[in-house]
């Protein structure tokens, strides 16, 4: 059996991405506007246990902090570009990256002005190709909010599997306000094929 590694050449350069409709960069300070909007827009917050952005500072310490994580090799994180109009539509990528153990996990949101069109499942799979087949990933997790039938109907889509529900794991906010409590999350996963 041949040993494979986590690539770490993967942080090199950021790497570029595209699909038919999206283009999958780096972020850029000029996207704390939009960044903004959706994370101060109620209805994603909602199943995302964040608390909404209150000043457009906090989206560039965001871009600042996604760049730094990129950096240190801890993050690959993409701004998701509509291709057509340059439009800044949400973002995608692959954060806590156990390396020895080549599994990552996931996280994603989208303006809710791209919902329902297709976009993220491009993405997604996109990336996932990215992580399989460049990173070197043998599996890949996803965590949702218990009711988020949108997130969770794309990851089955994208061929991940149910694993786990656990109760009360997650201290964040309810209902994207500023009321926090523990929240349950439901628990996915790909693997390699």
């Known amino acids: 059996m041949t040993l494979i590694l986590f690539n770490n ?13 999206i283009r999958l960069r780096a972020f850029e300070m000029t996207d704390k506007a939009p960044i903004f909007r959706i994370f101060s827009d109620p209805t994603v917050l909602l199943h995302l246990g964040r608390q909404p952005f209150l000043v457009e500072a906090e989206a560039a310490f ?6 730094q994580a990129f950096q240190d090799k801890e993050c ?14 949400g973002s995608i990528g692959f954060w806590r990256i156990l390396k020895e153990h080549r599994r990552s996990e996931i996280g994603y949101e989208l303006s809710p002005d791209y919902w329902k069109k297709g976009y993220m499942h491009e993405a ?11 990173m070197k990933l043998h599996s890949v997790e996803a965590n949702v909010s218990p009711g988020n039938s949108g997130s969770e109907e794309l990851l089955k889509r994208n061929g991940f599997i149910q694993e786990g529900y656990f109760k009360e794991n997650f201290y964040g906010s309810l209902t994207g306000k500023e009321e926090k409590g523990f929240l349950d999350t439901v628990s996915f996963s790909l693997r390699a094929s």
């Open 62 to 67: 965001l871009i600042a902090t996604i760049h």
């Open 9 to 21: 050449h993967v942080f090199d350069q950021f790497p570029l991405l595209e699909t038919p409709r």
């Open 124 to 134: 997604m799979s996109r990336i996932l190709r990215f992580g399989f087949e460049e």
């Open 76 to 89: 690959i994180r993409w701004a998701m570009e509509n291709k057509e109009d340059g439009t800044y539509m």
